[in-house]
C-alpha cells in the first residue's frame, strides 16, 4: 500500500513519488491550501493538499486514517523545520484516501496533554498511540533484542517452561487456574521461572535463560506487581565472579548500543558491611550523595551524654550526614524531618549548620555545641568535609535504628 514510511522522506527522494499511509497528527487549513502533519511509527512528514483539487480534506479530524500520493518537493524558504527529521521537505498531495474516520478525541495524542490514568487506561488503544508511549514499547523489545543476542554470544540456551504447572512452597501466593478435565483440581501459574532450573541443569543444559513472566498473588509493592517479566539466568560451574563479570558485560552493552551511555568496567561493588557503614542499606541508590559517616570515636568523652553512651556501645553508632547548602533549610523542614527519624525508632535528630568551617565553633549553629568542645567541632567538620552553608544531621542510637 505505501512506499516509504513518513519517517523516511528527506532530500534524497526530492522529485520523486511516493505513497504513504498513516494518521492525521493535527491539519492547519490555510486558506487556499490545507497542510496535514501525517505520522506513523517512524515519523512525521509535512503533506500539502489543495482543497480544490481534493475536497476529501475538509472532512479531516485528527487520528484519521488516510494514504496519499504525491511528490516530494523541498519546502519554501524560511519554512524549513529543523526539529523534523524531515522539516527540508513535503509531499505535495496527488491522491487522498481516507482509511479511517474519527471523530473528537478524548484523548489528544500528538501535543503533549496531561492526561489522568483512569482515562488513560479506558482509552489505552489511544495512550499507545503517544510517541512517549510508542517510545517505551519499541525500546522494551530493543532491550529483549539486546540481551538475547548477547546471552547467545555467551553460548545460552534460551528454554520455554511450562505455565500451568504444579504449587510450589515459595515466599508468595499462587495464582490458580482450575482445570476443566479434573473437577476440584487446580494449576498454578509460576511465581518464578527457577522452579524448573534444577530439572534442566542435571539434563545437561547447563546454561540457560528466560524473559518470562511471573505470577504472583500478593499486595502491590512499590516494585512489584501481580504479574511482571523478568529475565531469569541460569548456569551450572560458575563462581560468584564470573556469574557478575558475564551479567556487568551485558548491562554495559545494553546501555552501551541503546544509550549510548559508557558503564565503567567493572562495576564498583561494595561489601555489605561497606554498604550499611556507609549508606545504612544494602541496596544504596548511588545516584544520592549523600554518606552515613562514623564519628564515634570523635565523640567518647564530649559531655553530651546521647553521643558519648552510643560511642562507649559496641552495639551502637554515632554519625554525621552533610547536606550539601543544607543550612538553608527553614526550622520547618527541620522538625518534619525529626518526625520522620521518629518513625524509625530515633528519639531525635540533632543538626549543625555550617556557615564558616574555618571559624571552628564561632562559625557553626546548633543546640548542641555547648557540649562539644573547639577541637571536637573541627574534626567533625574536616571528618565531613564541611562547606560554607552545608548542615550536618546526627544519629546516635544502636546500629539498626541509626541505619535505618
Not at 198 to 218: H, T
Not at 326 to 349: E, F
Amino acid at each position: 500500500m505505501r512506499t516509504h514510511y513518513c519517517g523516511q522522506i528527506n532530500e534524497s527522494l526530492l522529485d520523486s513519488n511516493v505513497t504513504l499511509c498513516g494518521w492525521v497528527q493535527r491539519w492547519r487549513d490555510l486558506g487556499g491550501l490545507v497542510f496535514i502533519d501525517l505520522r506513523d511509527r517512524y515519523g512525521i512528514v509535512q503533506i500539502v493538499v489543495d482543497p480544490q483539487k481534493l475536497p476529501a480534506v475538509t472532512d479531516l479530524h485528527n487520528e484519521t486514517v488516510i494514504k496519499i500520493g504525491g511528490k516530494v518537493q523541498p519546502r519554501p524558504d524560511g519554512m524549513v523545520n529543523k526539529e523534523m527529521v524531515t522539516g527540508k521537505v513535503e509531499v505535495v498531495c496527488l491522491t487522498l484516501e481516507i482509511l479511517g474516520s474519527a471523530e473528537a478525541l478524548p484523548i489528544q495524542v500528538g501535543d503533549y496533554q496531561e492526561v489522568g490514568e483512569e482515562l488513560r487506561l479506558r482509552y489505552r488503544y489511544l495512550d499507545l498511540r503517544r510517541p512517549e508511549m510508542a517510545k517505551n514499547i519499541i525500546f522494551r523489545a530493543k532491550v529483549a533484542q539486546a540481551m538475547r543476542h548477547y546471552l547467545d554470544k555467551h553460548d545460552f540456551v534460551e528454554i520455554e517452561t511450562p505455565m500451568l504447572t504444579k504449587s510450589t512452597p515459595e515466599g508468595a501466593r499462587d495464582y490458580l487456574v482450575p482445570s476443566r478435565n479434573y473437577p476440584g483440581q487446580f494449576y498454578a501459574l509460576p511465581q518464578s521461572p527457577q522452579v524448573f532450573k534444577q530439572l534442566l541443569m542435571m539434563a545437561g543444559l547447563d546454561r540457560y535463560y528466560q524473559i518470562v513472566r511471573c505470577f504472583r498473588d500478593e499486595d502491590l509493592r512499590a516494585d512489584r506487581q501481580p504479574e511482571f517479566t523478568q529475565l531469569d539466568v541460569e548456569a551450572s560451574f560458575l563462581d560468584e565472579h564470573t556469574i557478575q563479570d558475564l551479567l556487568e558485560g551485558m548491562i554495559r552493552e545494553l546501555f552501551s548500543k541503546l544509550l549510548n551511555i559508557t558503564l565503567p568496567a567493572p562495576f564498583p561493588r561494595l561489601t555489605y558491611t561497606e554498604a550499611m557503614s556507609r549508606f545504612g542499606s544494602d541496596k544504596p541508590d548511588l545516584r544520592i550523595p549523600l554518606e552515613l559517616i562514623d564519628i564515634a570515636d570523635l565523640v567518647k568523652e564530649v559531655d553530651f551524654k546521647v553521643f558519648a553512651d552510643a560511642a562507649n556501645n559496641a552495639d551502637s553508632r554515632v554519625v554525621a550526614l552533610r547536606l550539601p547548602k543544607g543550612a538553608s533549610l527553614s526550622r520547618k523542614q527541620v522538625d518534619n524531618y525529626t518526625k520522620l527519624v521518629n518513625k524509625y525508632g530515633a528519639k531525635g535528630l540533632a543538626t549543625m549548620k555550617v556557615l564558616d568551617p574555618a571559624a571552628g565553633l564561632d562559625g557553626v549553629q546548633s543546640s548542641i555545641v555547648k557540649f562539644l568542645s573547639a577541637p571536637v567541632v573541627n574534626a567533625i567538620i574536616e571528618r565531613v568535609k564541611a562547606q560554607t552553608d552545608d548542615m550536618i544531621f546526627f544519629a546516635a542510637d544502636n546500629e539498626a535504628i541509626v541505619n535505618a
